[in-house]
């Protein structure tokens, strides 16, 4: 499979922090003008802080990101870039509190549409259509990909994936059980009871990091309401958190959680330490964007895993709608000390990142076009199957967090957590999400 962009090999390295203008001290006719011309060359001194969301030494990406910054700084000695590495929730509770003192890292991560609007109505980021129409870079996102982070007509924010959520799952547990893959959710939960009864836990999920099982829940709710859209239509007032569709979402993940789909305390698993249940084989499947491909495929269970659609329920949806994550994204605070710096970097950090990422065999949902045939470069079946998915796509939702406001989306993200706790009426956690509606939306 050959997928073609417009991606550029590597962006012409400049001098960072070129208008430093101080002598450097010298004894001699021209030894300081000398010298004040190398420090122009290579720039002053400059600490970049950095950021992310890749602290598993064990991931792709977290290789990915310092094969990068080790190029950039090799070539650029007076740049230093100090990495902040963070789980989900941990950069995003950071991210909050520094957002409040107005003390933003030079680079940090955002998360599309709703989730970032906040930051950027408070003028912390800075706008970046200057660093996109240099190079080709704007040309290397994928088509009304970058719409998602743009306000007012300024783009604040480049993202690392466009990824499609999907079901994995590890064959020769499901062949030790005697199940095949589920096509519709009552299948799914046959599958569960199966493998609980060969004492193989169904399905693995980080759910301390609260996004992971909203995910879920949301693509059962976009199937329940038989297509996207329920979200824009609580929004438009054309329904409501206790219409029908939301309360079947509602009972149906409840079956799920109830019927033991998930590890004992699946609550304090963060997102890493959940990932590592099913790439170490200890469960049957993970329900994931499929930006875990790479890291599924750099472990031990990679030969074994296959991927599947999340089933209609009760009859209700389409396969082929998914839900749709735009990536987490890379956005310049607005108050850097180096903005010039900080910019430059982040240029040569995307313009590399799609073929760094296709050579470290993590190319797949990428939110950037990638040269490269991935079969000849060795990309495994499970890639290829992946990709596959990705040209039948009709649409979907984004998650809960990308579209509501964050009170809203709070509320909505401790209300599901709940669910993996105690059982709970569908009524109640609905009047829940309506409540935390209407008080974040007078």
Known sequence: MMVTGMVAASLTACGAGADSKTPAAGSGNGSAADASKEKDKQGAAVTITFQNIYPDPTTPTYKILRKIVSDYTTAHPNIKIELDSLNTDQQKLKLKTQAASKEVPDITIVNPAAQMKPFVDANLLAPLNDILDQNGLKATFQKGLLDAYTFNNNVYAL????????????????????????????????????LKAKNITPFAIGEKDTWTGSFLFMNMLLRTNGGPGFLKDVLDKKKTFGDQPFLDAVAKFQDLVQAGAFQEGATSFDYNAGESLFKSGKTAM?????WATGGIDDSSVKDKVGVFKFPTIDGKGNVDQYMLAPGSAFAVS?????????????????????KVSFEMKNAVGLGQNVEGDFKAAGYSQLAMDVLDLFKNVQGGDLAFDNTMNPGTAQAHLTSIQNLFIQKKDPKDVAKEHQTAFESNNK
Do not use: C, R, W
Request: aromatic share 16%; net charge negative.
């Open 159 to 194: 993202p690392d994936g466009n990824n499609i959520a999907v079901v994995f799952y590890n064959k020769e547990l499901f062949s030790q059980a005697g199940v095949e893959i589920p096509k519709t959710f009552d299948e799914l939960l046959d599958v569960t009871k199966k």
């Open 334 to 354: 607005a108050g850097s000390k180096h903005l010039k710096e900080t910019k430059e970097f982040l240029s040569y950090f995307m313009t590399n990142f799609p």
């Open 286 to 290: 993970y329900f994931m964007g499929t």
